[in-house]
């Protein structure tokens, strides 16, 4: 819908939707035999579609509203690349590259130049999903496969690639002038996924290569955003980013000959953020969430077997969330919250976890050498920011007796909150046996985020309580396994960990105030709650109680929406009575789960 579009629809729902499902696969075999033999072959899988949904018009104050204007963007995206490879020579080589990517982006927009009023509710969505139901959303896949039998010289050297470079982005930036609701969500998950498998069997000679690459890429952001405009509403604004993101990858190699060996580079890396921010004024709304929760998994893994006269078996893994993988929730500078009572809730939480594995077994009956060094990294930082304003101030005497600037609340309960669980863990298991035997492996893991809550220089007023709260726990795990002999038995292990976070929470210089209880807190080392994502588990209607699958982390008064399977539909679910669905709800607690 463009810019021009002056859109009148008493009562009616307005949907702006755009749904794509692709595909794209590329498969290769070869099978070759004779005297001398050289296979190489390529195969790439590419979608770089994108999906858009947009609205840039006006629904225009009317008599008689729309009922309701929903932006939706639903994207599955599946790159697939499989090669094949068997080769009988006498002589022979042979090489492979797969590729798969993704990098189309999925968004839903809403832009700086609409004005919209409605009765309901204005969701701008956008999501993967997983279309034809085998699990896959942003999905790429590469793999090699390679058998390689000569009588003399064998040579393979294989590269399977695996990335996603598109984004899932969220974001209203018009002015609501009127609503009871209004959502901004993104949701967004992930996978990479690289794997080679080759052997390489020669009388004579036989060497295997391989390198394989998994990554989500730095531009892979899940983004929920309201960068300008205003938000009016009599109900809950929420803007949350949801990022799942998994690269991972395994290299196999096996050779045997008379001198045998191997290479192999699996590296999986992770650079994809999670943002959700709200920077236009918020008004008359029942409550105001900001939160960014990104679950990020990186592993590599390298196995190798080599056996001869003389074996080499050389191996690193890089498992790594990169330092551009940040979690963030903010409020930003150009933002002023007025809601009465309602509470204000930011919160970014990160759950990040990277392994790295070398495993090995090398048999030379004159030399045998084998060196390893799997390395995992975490390097994603997490923030939860409110830089705005939230109410207003004043002229007057304070507590102190002494006359200053007050704060007039603009919300009642403010929580900012930057959680985050950082993990690495690398393994070396390697077996060396020979006359000679040499194994020098080095197993290193770091951990090496920045976790940050910050109020800005605006000023910030709660009738209830204030928290800000950064809050880390690390874990950074180095294991080595070496066993095997000789006459002449070398071995130089190395298990290195770092951990390194830096966990702040900083007030800039504004104004803060507390009717109730102003905590600020920085803290290492507690483990972060799990929290249900709100599934119930049970409900009982005579006592007029839900029960969630986990303890909900909610306090008395929080709100609460009411959702059928996405929320989209009801896909064959029923109501629970007196319960509808999309309806906001009070909470009154009962025990932590219910």
Do not use: W
């Not at 982005?169 to 080679?196: C, E, F, I």
């Not at 009599?234 to 290299?251: C, H, N, Q, R, Y």
């Not at 390298?302 to 903010?330: C, H, K, P, R, Y």
């Not at 006359?403 to 393994?427: E, F, P, Q, Y």
């Amino acid at each position: 819908v463009t810019s021009s579009a002056q859109i009148t629809a008493p009562g009616a729902i307005v949907l702006v939707e755009a749904t794509s499902n692709n595909e794209a696969t590329a498969e290769v075999t070869s099978v070759s035999a004779g005297g001398f033999t050289l296979d190489v072959m390529l195969a790439d899988a590419i979608i770089a579609g994108s999906t858009l949904a947009q609205f840039d018009g006006d629904l225009v104050d009317a008599p008689t509203d729309a009922a309701s204007l929903t932006v939706r963007a639903r994207a599955e995206n599946t790159a697939t690349s499989d090669v094949d490879v068997f080769s009988v020579a006498v002589a022979g080589g042979a090489g492979a590259v797969a590729t798969a990517e993704v990098q189309g982006d999925t968004q839903a927009l809403v832009g700086s130049s609409s004005t919209i009023y409605v009765s309901g509710g204005v969701t701008v969505d956008a999501q993967t999903f997983d279309a034809s139901g085998d699990g896959a959303h942003n999905d790429a896949e590469a793999v090699v496969e390679i058998d390689s039998v000569t009588f003399a010289v064998s040579i393979t050297v294989t590269g399977a690639v695996a990335k996603i470079s598109g984004a899932v982005r969220a974001k209203l930036n018009g002015t609501v002038g009127r609503s009871n609701a209004v959502t901004v969500l993104a949701v967004g998950t992930q996978d990479a996924h690289a794997d080679a498998d080759v052997l390489g069997i020669g009388l004579g000679l036989a060497f295997s290569a391989a390198s394989t690459l998994a990554e989500i890429t730095s531009s892979a952001n899940v983004e929920a955003l309201n960068e300008s405009g205003s938000l009016q509403s009599t109900g809950l604004v929420s803007v949350e980013a949801i990022g799942t993101m998994k690269a991972t990858t395994v290299s196999q190699l096996a050779t045997g000959g008379l001198a045998a060996g191997g290479v192999s580079l699996p590296t999986a890396k992770i650079g994809g953020g999670v943002k959700a921010l709200v920077n236009g004024n918020v008004t008359g709304a029942s409550a105001l969430d900001v939160i960014a929760t990104a679950d990020r998994d990186v592993a590599a893994t390298a196995q190798a077997f080599a056996l001869g006269l003389g074996a080499v078996n050389a191996q690193d893994s890089l498992a790594e969330i990169t330092d551009a993988a940040d979690t963030e929730a903010t409020i930003g500078s150009g933002s002023t919250v007025t809601i009465g009572n309602g509470d204000i809730t930011v919160n970014a939480l990160t759950n990040n976890s990277a392994v790295a594995e070398a495993k090995a077994k090398t048999f030379g009956i004159a030399v045998s050498v084998t060196t390893v060094e799997p390395v995992a990294n975490v390097y994603g930082d997490t923030h939860a920011f409110l830089n705005g304003n939230v109410g207003a101030t004043t002229t007057g005497i304070g507590p102190d007796g002494v006359s200053g600037t007050l704060g007039i609340a603009g919300a009642r309960h403010i929580d900012v909150k930057a959680s985050a669980v950082d993990r690495a863990h690398s393994v070396v298991k390697s077996t060396t046996v020979g006359i000679v035997s040499v194994d020098p492996s080095n197993a290193d893991a770091r951990t090496q985020p920045t976790v940050t809550a910050q109020f800005g220089a605006g000023h910030i007023t709660g009738s209830g309580n204030v928290t800000l709260l950064a809050e880390s726990l690390t874990d950074a795990d180095s294991d080595t396994d070496s066993s095997g002999g000789g006459l002449v038995n070398v071995q130089v292990l190395r298990s290195r960990v770092y951990a390194n976070p830096t966990v702040t929470a900083t007030v800039q210089g504004g104004l803060v105030q507390a009717e109730g209880t102003l905590r600020i807190e920085a803290r290492h080392g507690e483990q972060a709650p799990d929290f249900s994502d709100g599934t119930i588990a049970s409900y009982d209607l005579g006592a007029d109680s839900i029960t969630f699958d986990k303890d909900h982390g909610l306090v008395q008064g929080d709100i609460i929406t009411y959702q059928l399977g996405d929320g989209q539909s009801n896909n064959g679910e029923t109501e629970i009575g007196g319960l509808t669905d999309g309806g906001d709800y009070g909470v009154i607690l009962t025990t932590d789960s219910k």
